[in-house]
């Protein structure tokens, strides 16, 4: 009866402390989130993303429209920006908890030290107008894709899109 008390007390011990273990670690991991985020500047990285596709944007609104006037356009500009901003914070909490699910103390140490290094200022500088050019390049590529999947869609199931 002892024995069963103490193996019971020992499991019990085992596993009131084994999410400490893991909170604890956690908490590391969001320490580590948040430095990620100072050092890569995210706010500013958001921002210069967003001038992108405002850029990009407006290039596209203009051809559709080649007689959109000036102030149509900058109001268009405006609200886009007044709404992108909006989600940032909501997309910088997202971001971290999933760095956090998905990345170990390790990991998360790994990431900080690369982005410190040039190799990772550099990836940071060019990162938002990479991802605007390859949206850029993509947009065209899936409208195309949409056209074919439209037109299958409408011989193979008789579906009117």
Same mark, same amino acid.
Request: no cysteine; net charge negative.
């Given at each position: 009866m002892k024995r069963i008390f103490i193996f019971v007390l020992v499991v019990?011990?085992?596993?009131? /402390?084994?999410?400490?273990? /893991?909170?604890?670690?956690?908490?590391?991991?969001? $320490?580590l989130a948040l430095e990620l985020f100072e050092l890569m500047n995210f706010d500013q990285l958001m921002?210069?993303?967003?001038?992108?596709?405002?850029?990009?944007?407006?290039t596209a609104?203009?051809?559709?429209?080649?007689?959109?006037?000036g102030l149509v356009l900058d109001k268009i500009v405006s609200i886009t920006?007044?709404?992108?901003?909006?989600?940032?914070?909501?997309? $910088?909490?997202h971001t971290?908890?999933?760095?956090?699910k998905y990345y170990s103390e390790?990991?998360?140490r790994n990431m900080r030290a690369f982005y410190k290094s040039e190799t990772g200022q550099k990836a940071l500088k060019y990162m938002p107008?990479?991802?605007?050019?390859?949206h850029q390049s993509f947009t065209p590529m899936l409208g195309q894709v949409m056209n074919s999947i439209k037109v299958r869609l409408a011989k193979e199931v008789d579906l009117q899109l």
């Open positions: 019990l011990m085992g596993s009131a /402390s084994a999410p400490q273990v /893991s909170v604890a670690d956690e908490n590391e991991r969001q $320490k921002t210069q993303t967003t001038q992108a596709v405002l850029q990009q944007m407006t609104v203009k051809q559709q429209h080649p007689n959109i006037e920006s007044e709404e992108f901003s909006k989600i940032t914070p909501e997309l $910088k909490f971290g908890t999933l760095l956090v390790q990991d998360l107008q990479m991802t605007a050019e390859i």
